[in-house]
Each structure stands twice: as structure tokens, then as C-alpha cells.
């Protein structure tokens, strides 16, 4: 009963350095997301796929890119991490569009940016 | 366009019902409820479709006013599991739209 899986669970990084937030899930959901989450906020997307071979911006995609390497698994990487990027940062996964469309969302990743 | 909810906050006490509000914009294909709990990722609860389908947690009860673009999620004979944030994320009409999500609501049920 994996669901959504997303490693590393906690990551500190100093300005400048990079990082790659790695995402899996197994209910052979066709699109993939990621979001941000601030304190006290709501989730703001970054990117998205809606199917395998494909990958678009969100509302915040800037510092960040994707890899949406299979069916499976989206990546999300920090090419140059700043503190403003310091967040929690959550994978979801969904069906296609229709009554089946409900998000599953992974456990998140806490990142700080000192 | 991120969608307003409302109350902010509410406390109630174990037994009683509260009504949150989730109001858009643009016009809406669906309305979804996710409940969050401090520490954890947001748990699917409900979807409700432009037309009146919906689907969901058999103890959650939501409407969805098309017209008015908005939605309400009714927590009845609230327990002390409810607690948590709740959000609503709305679906515009146009396909391809991802979902966009409110502020949220924190709700604590005390004994």
C-alpha cells in the first residue's frame, strides 16, 4: 500500500548547492505534480505532467526543474537553492481528469536552505 | 486564481457542525476537499463534478453552486479526528487546467 513515495524526508542545504527531490508511485496514475507548501499557507503548484513524456510550468516553477523519467517516477531538482525555496514540498499523483480525479499525495519533503 | 475560503478558523466542541466555504472566481469543472492534519500530507476526501457527480468519504457531505462557483463541506456530530486544515482546490473548465488550492481552514474539535 505504497501510494505516493518521496525521499529524502528531511534535507538541509546552504545557498548555492543543488539537490534533486525524488518522487514514485504505483497506482499507474497518468499525471504528477509538485507542490510547495509554506507555513501557514496553501500548496502552491510548481510543476506538473499531466502523462508520461510531458512536463509543464506551475504557478511558482521558477529555480526549479522536472524530469518526468517514466510512468512511475517525477522528479523535482533545485539547480542553485536559495532560502526563499525553504518549504515543504509535496508529490501528488491522479488519474485523468473526471470522478476519479482525487489527488494522492506523498508524505512530503521538509527542505531548509540556510 | 486561488479560490477564498471561509471561516479562517473555527473551534467547536465534539458533537457539533460546522460548515466551511470554498468560493471561485473563474467557472469550475470540479471542487475537491482535502483534509490536512500537522506534520502530514493532505488526505483526499472528496470531488464533486460540474453536472452533480461526486465521490467521496461516506461520512463527508459537500454542495457544489455551478452558477456561483462556489462549494460549502458540511462536518456533522464533529470528533475529535476531524481536527486538522481543510482545503478546497478547484478545477477550471478548460482542459489541462491543474487544480489550484485555498488558504485553508483550520478547524479544532475539543472534547
Known amino acids: 500500500n505504497a501510494g505516493v513515495t518521496q525521499t529524502p524526508k528531511f534535507q538541509v542545504l546552504k545557498t548555492g548547492q543543488s539537490m534533486t527531490l525524488q518522487c514514485a508511485q504505483d497506482m499507474n496514475h497518468n499525471s504528477m505534480y509538485w507542490y510547495r507548501q509554506d507555513p501557514g499557507m496553501g500548496l502552491r503548484l510548481i510543476y506538473y505532467?499531466?502523462?508520461?513524456?510531458?512536463?509543464d510550468k506551475g504557478e511558482v516553477p521558477n529555480g526549479y526543474n522536472v524530469s518526468r523519467l517514466n510512468k512511475r517516477e517525477f522528479s523535482l531538482r533545485l539547480e542553485s537553492a536559495a532560502p526563499s525555496q525553504t518549504s515543504v514540498y509535496f508529490c501528488a499523483s491522479s488519474e485523468v481528469r473526471g470522478i476519479n480525479y482525487g489527488y494522492t499525495f506523498g508524505s512530503g519533503t521538509r527542505l531548509t536552505v540556510v | 486564481q486561488q479560490p477564498v475560503q471561509s471561516p479562517q478558523a473555527v473551534i467547536l466542541r465534539e458533537g457539533e457542525d460546522a460548515v466551511i466555504n470554498c468560493s471561485s472566481s473563474?467557472?469550475?469543472?470540479?471542487v475537491h476537499w482535502y483534509r490536512q492534519k500537522h506534520g502530514e500530507a493532505p488526505v483526499f476526501l472528496m470531488i464533486?463534478?460540474?453536472?452533480?457527480e461526486q465521490k467521496g468519504h461516506e461520512k463527508i457531505s459537500a454542495s457544489f453552486n455551478e452558477k456561483k462557483q462556489q462549494s460549502s463541506l458540511y462536518l456533522t456530530a464533529s470528533q475529535l479526528s476531524y481536527s486538522g486544515t481543510y482545503f478546497c482546490?478547484?478545477?477550471?473548465?478548460?482542459?489541462?487546467?491543474?487544480?489550484?488550492f485555498g488558504g485553508g481552514t483550520r478547524l479544532m474539535v475539543k472534547p
Open positions: 505532467s499531466a502523462s508520461e513524456g510531458t512536463t
Open positions: 464533486l463534478l460540474k453536472g452533480g
Open positions: 473563474k467557472a469550475l469543472y470540479s
Open positions: 482546490g478547484t478545477e477550471g473548465t478548460h482542459a489541462g487546467n491543474m487544480l489550484t
